[in-house]
């Protein structure tokens, strides 16, 4: 019989617009399954499009190609072919009003953005955001609303968007980052609310828990359930995510570079501890970071290759495809002109 293929459990980012050798050497390990883009690598959409395809062609299985392009503050793309995507934000504001343009809108959102982003080879933008917005600094109108059932409601119109498109749907951050202020990125983030308190922000994961193909989990610190950052807790992705929410997907860690991340220690305690947590893939985003966990040379048990193939998106040649379709062009041209009105 032959052996079942695997892939590696990280995903990485890395420095520049085309590879060297060395970062073409370090993609070829092992261990990596798969990149995170960012606007350091992007210049032009052709010039994207020839970096995707250089990648995809390193190593079979091939490796999974992400970004963050959300939208607002967080659109790591930004070329006169693409949509100015407006802010998550704009879509709750909209459903105070009007709940049924919001919908139409969230639809629009997801599906723009998954065809642009398939269109140039990419096949996973880590979206939607489910947090509240509730206070959070760096969260605040990434988020959908304050309101958790507006959040489960425009998040499924969201997701179907991406799924219409070709694209798998990511929800982020597991439990809930929009309801403490202080921002992972930058330091120890720390809910004490009690469990029961939490149940809001838990709301749209379970709503949309069988509609996920992943889901990221969150820096932060919940101690009414695990004084581990639940990004490195089996309470919160075993027992919380997997088992009582029911999910069957993919489970990645956020970016293990993150202050948010310390007190699970050093680089490779962190990693040892997402994977022993539950976590199915983990994001390095710091190259030089990288470089570290690549040189330390990691004995990690391989994930089937089939797990991560769901999170691949759908082959689109150019964007052509979805411009030909007039309804598509609409579309397009309505979340432009929303967003610059936003600004």
């Known amino acids: 019989m032959t052996a079942a293929l695997t892939t590696g459990?990280?995903?990485?980012?890395?420095?520049?617009?085309?590879l060297d050798p060395d970062w073409r050497e370090r993609l070829c390990h092992p261990a990596v399954g798969g990149v995170i883009l960012f606007a350091r690598n992007f210049a032009s959409v052709d010039q994207v499009r020839d970096l995707v395809t250089e990648i995809r062609a390193l190593k079979s299985p091939?490796?999974?190609?992400?970004?963050?392009?959300?939208?607002?503050?967080?659109?790591?793309?930004?070329?006169?072919?693409?949509?100015?995507?407006?802010?998550?934000?704009?879509?709750?504001k909209w459903f105070e009003q009007r709940p049924d343009r919001a919908r139409d809108l969230a639809y629009r959102h997801g599906r723009v953005m998954a065809a642009e982003m398939l269109g140039l080879g990419i096949d996973l933008s880590w979206a939607p955001v489910l947090d509240l917005d509730r206070g959070s600094r760096v969260i605040g109108d990434r988020a959908m609303s304050g309101d958790p059932a507006t959040v489960a409601d425009l998040g499924g119109y969201y997701v179907a968007g991406m799924k219409d498109a070709g694209m798998a749907a990511c929800g982020k951050h597991f439990p809930g980052h929009g309801s403490v202020a202080a921002d992972s990125?930058?330091?120890?983030?720390?809910?004490?609310?009690?469990?029961?308190?939490?149940?809001?922000d838990l709301q749209p994961f379970a709503h949309l828990a069988d509609?996920?193909?992943a889901v990221m989990m969150a820096h932060v610190l919940y101690?009414?359930?695990?004084?581990?950052?639940?990004?490195f807790s089996a309470r919160w992705v075993v027992d919380e995510l997997r088992q009582s929410l029911g999910f069957e997907g993919l489970v990645v860690s956020d970016d293990l570079d993150m202050a948010g991340a310390g007190p699970a220690g050093g680089l490779g305690d962190r990693l040892a501890a997402a994977l022993g947590a539950g976590c199915d893939l983990a994001l390095v985003c710091n190259p030089q970071s990288v470089a570290q966990v690549l040189t330390d040379d990691p004995d990690l048990r391989g994930l089937g290759a089939e797990l991560i193939g769901r999170l691949h998106g759908r082959a689109m040649s150019s964007m052509t495809e979805q411009l030909l379709v007039p309804e598509f062009r609409a579309?397009?041209?309505?979340?432009d002109l929303l967003s610059r009105n936003e600004q």
Request: charged content about 25%; proline content about 11%.
């Open 9 to 18: 459990r990280l995903i990485v980012g890395f420095e520049g617009l085309a």
């Open 62 to 92: 091939r490796l999974l190609v992400t970004v963050d392009q959300e939208g607002g503050r967080v659109q790591r793309f930004r070329a006169p072919e693409l949509t100015p995507l407006p802010a998550l934000g704009l879509l709750g």
């Open 185 to 200: 990125h930058l330091e120890v983030v720390t809910d004490a609310r009690p469990r029961p308190a939490l149940e809001a």
């Open 211 to 213: 509609k996920l193909s």
């Open 223 to 231: 101690p009414a359930v695990d004084p581990l950052p639940a990004g």
């Open 331 to 335: 579309w397009r041209e309505s979340l």
